[in-house]
């Protein structure tokens, strides 16, 4: 089903993969897609699909197999796209501008976008892509590699291809732990006063040589960025510390 | 084995994984790990290690699996590590500063051309890592995902964690076509005014009303970035129909 007019540009990106042999890929390529929350995927001639196997390693990501098109040709599988970008793991003599799948990405972003449509090729597991195949695409994209080891696995390599689809389209925005309340400056600057009278009465700091200990210890908290409850913990060590240093003195 | 002083920054990437429930997965991020040129890994208490599911997923990759460092506790890995990078789909209350995988691997890559150590840490299949082993990792990442499907499988996101980390260690230039010579100005201006010349006698193009067509051309073409061998092509073409042209006057 084409995407509707106003559709996001995620749901403008397709993945195709060519005559896939083992359905175990499919399957994993299709969880890869939609972690990254591409949902649009293209079998042309598979050799098994559906498989249980293409089942098992889609592990839940059932929403992609069960909308998966399968065509004859890559021809059926590109109708409508704007921008078809053919990813190549080997160097092709012909390929003309070959970009990183990063450059790509940003490509298909900006092309969805404008509302087109877009997609990513794929060829076999074990040789790629065709040069006839490769030609028929409008770009050819590759993920940088170990020169000596570049084979990734098909569905690894749509995982990189659908993550980069995803930074280019959401930016790399993560989760972020809850944040607590941040120390106020004066909670902070009598923290350090407390610390360097403790740290005077334990002896360890000279008053009179103070060297670079307490600038050491408002590097380090600062780096840190304090919150107000640890300022309170760090305090309540210091009074502790004061406690200890009282009863000694008075026994 | 420890990396030698003057290490490249990759040889001092290890790839920590904890308590890893199928040798098939350590395979696969052997893999991983091989495309994007780190060989470093670590297990901390793997279920089944070594195995045949392990070597088989691996794919040629067994000089990341032979060089495997099987250890109890992910202390033991991460010793000697200036920075530990833990690995976290799903958000944790207490994780401090998370950072993105791309933002984490510069730091990573930072850290490496100071010649630090750096691990990057994965944990189960099922839950990842525990608190306790999240908190005792010095920074938090995670991939960017769909908030409704995150859950990357154990190799996938290895796989992206590397290439991140290759990417931002050595950047991310990719394979080139053989380029061609460049055709000369002057080779291409005789391309436009031959071309002009035989839309004339085609009466495709009107000389007293020229519209648009020779800029739509030149944009088209200069686009393109034309090769000499592109040129003599075109200009055989069109002495093709030159020549076609002048048949019909002169039957």
Known sequence: MPPSPGAA??????????????????????????TMGLERLVLVAPRRFPDADATAR????????DGARVVDSLADALAGCALTIGCSARPREFAGDVVSVRVAARQAHASAVRGEDVAFVFGTEMSGL????????STVATIPANPHYSSLNLAAAV????????????GDEVWQARRF????????????????STL???RFLNPRLPRRLMPRLRRLFARAG??????NILRGVLAR???????RRRP
């Open 9 to 34: 540009p995620l749901d403008r990106v397709r993945i195709v993969l060519v005559r896939t042999s083992h359905p175990g890929n499919i399957g994993a390529a299709a969880r890869a897609m939609l």
């Open 58 to 65: 889609a592990s839940g990501a059932s929403v992609v197999l």
């Open 130 to 137: 065709s040069n006839e195949e490769l030609a028929s695409c």
């Open 159 to 170: 995982q990189v291809a659908a993550y980069e689809m995803r930074v280019a389209s959401q």
């Open 181 to 196: 309340a941040a120390a106020t400056h004066e909670e902070i600057e009598a923290l350090y006063a407390h610390a360097q």
């Open 200 to 202: 005077v009465a334990m």
């Open 226 to 231: 304090l919150e107000r409850e640890e300022v």
């Open 241 to 247: 510390i004061d406690d200890i240093l009282d009863g």
